[in-house]
């Protein structure tokens, strides 16, 4: 079956860091662009980052540049995203998506 | 980056059919075949239900069919049924290397 699980999602503290994971089963990673995607409570879906097949190509919504990371490792299937110095305003639920069945989400709350 | 123009709301009776417009520049859709389409019920996780413009996901209804001109795309849904009541968002690959996501139309069915 073709399927993403996100993970890694939880209350973290303005300022701190988290580690999302986007596992996948049923596709190989690298032959898929993946991006991130958010949500936040009560309001429309909104991109975060993207990455290419191979990892050479990623790019970011301007709201989280040089705080966020996106990166794969195509011998676990995976997708990452790094989340740094994190803000009240990063707070929504996390989708792993691309041209591929989308997973449920990991919620990211930051508040102190 | 604007976001991608959509319908606040859209209804229809059951059986007929509605179309959902998502505009944009030739910027995003305007410059490639990258649009996709998602259906999110309330509570729910979106659900993708098109990609590259017209291709339908294994499993998605007949029923959905997108298509594309100059700088905006369109999502038809036939033969409405209640459970296509839902949250639709449109989204495009853009020239900047970035995506671009509509507002979301909500569909009602009457």
């Known amino acids: 079956e073709v399927q993403v699980v996100e993970s890694g999602g939880g209350l973290v503290q303005p300022g701190g860091s988290l580690r999302l994971s986007c596992a996948a089963s049923?596709?190989?990673?690298?032959?898929?662009?993946m991006h991130w995607v958010r949500q936040a409570p009560g309001k429309g879906l909104v991109w975060v980052a993207l990455i290419n097949g191979d990892g050479s190509n990623t790019n970011y919504a301007d709201s989280v540049r040089g705080r966020f990371t996106i990166s794969k490792d195509n011998a676990k299937n995976m997708m990452y995203l790094q989340m740094n110095s994190l803000r009240a305003d990063d707070t929504a639920v996390y989708y792993c998506?691309?041209?591929?069945?989308w997973g449920q989400g990991t919620l990211v709350t930051v508040s102190s | 980056q604007s976001a991608l123009t959509q319908p606040a709301s859209v209804s229809g009776s059951p059986g007929q059919s509605i179309t959902i417009s998502c505009t944009g520049t030739s910027s995003d859709i305007g410059a490639y075949n990258y649009v996709s389409w998602c259906q999110q019920h309330p509570g729910k996780a979106p659900k993708l239900i098109i990609y590259d413009v017209t291709t339908r996901p294994s499993g998605v209804s007949n029923r959905f069919s997108g298509s594309k001109s100059v700088n905006t795309a369109s999502l038809t849904i036939s033969g409405l049924q209640s459970e296509d009541e839902a949250d639709y968002y449109c989204?495009?690959?853009?020239?900047?290397?970035?995506?671009?996501f509509g507002g979301g139309t909500k569909v009602t069915v009457l």
């Open positions: 998506v691309g041209d591929f069945p």
């Open positions: 989204c495009s690959y853009t020239t900047s290397n970035t995506v671009v």
């Open positions: 049923g596709f190989t990673v690298s032959n898929y662009w």
